[in-house]
């Protein structure tokens, strides 16, 4: 049942998630990248601090996208993402880029980030 959700939310497209969630994108032009491994180790114990604030996590490697439907271009297109670089971008729920790094967020900073957007302090989720 959960894996099933799980897939189902996965299907949607960036687009479709705006009200509901709030999107990391991480995005990489190889599986190797240093900075794509530091990424992922910075969020490894923050799956419940991320459920916490309905973050869903959507990952562009090389052309491979997952987490969400959309195509690696049209991600990178309309995010401002360049190709051959490590980036991320912490999309809110209203659907505006709230924060762009070209280098790996700690947690900690991405909550920070979060707690301090209006619908956050508002006591919405």
Same mark, same amino acid.
């Given at each position: !049942? @959960? *894996?099933?959700?799980?897939?189902?939310?996965?299907? %949607?497209?960036? /687009?479709? !998630?705006?009200?509901? *969630?709030?999107v990391? @994108? +991480?995005?990489?032009?190889?599986?190797?990248?240093?900075?794509?491994? &530091? %990424?992922?180790? &910075?969020?490894?114990?923050?799956?419940?601090?991320? *459920?916490?604030?309905?973050?869903?996590?959507?990952?562009?490697?090389?052309?491979?996208?997952? /987490?969400?439907?959309?195509?690696?271009? +049209?991600?990178?297109?309309?995010?401002?993402?360049?190709?051959?670089?490590?980036? +991320? &971008?912490?999309?809110?729920?209203?659907?505006h880029?709230?924060?762009?790094?070209?280098v790996? +967020?700690? *947690?900690?900073?991405? %909550? /920070?980030? @979060?707690?301090? !957007?209006?619908?956050?302090?508002? /006591?919405?989720?």
């Amino acid at each position: !049942m @959960i *894996a099933a959700l799980a897939l189902a939310l996965s299907m %949607q497209s960036v /687009g479709e !998630m705006k009200g509901a *969630a709030r999107v990391l @994108i +991480v995005s990489a032009a190889r599986a190797d990248d240093p900075a794509l491994a &530091a %990424q992922r180790n &910075a969020l490894d114990g923050w799956r419940r601090g991320a *459920a916490d604030r309905d973050v869903r996590v959507v990952e562009v490697v090389g052309e491979r996208v997952t /987490g969400a439907s959309d195509s690696a271009a +049209v991600l990178r297109r309309r995010y401002g993402m360049p190709a051959g670089s490590f980036n +991320v &971008a912490l999309v809110g729920k209203d659907g505006h880029v709230a924060r762009r790094e070209s280098v790996p +967020v700690l *947690a900690k900073e991405l %909550q /920070g980030t @979060i707690d301090a !957007m209006p619908m956050r302090r508002a /006591g919405e989720r």
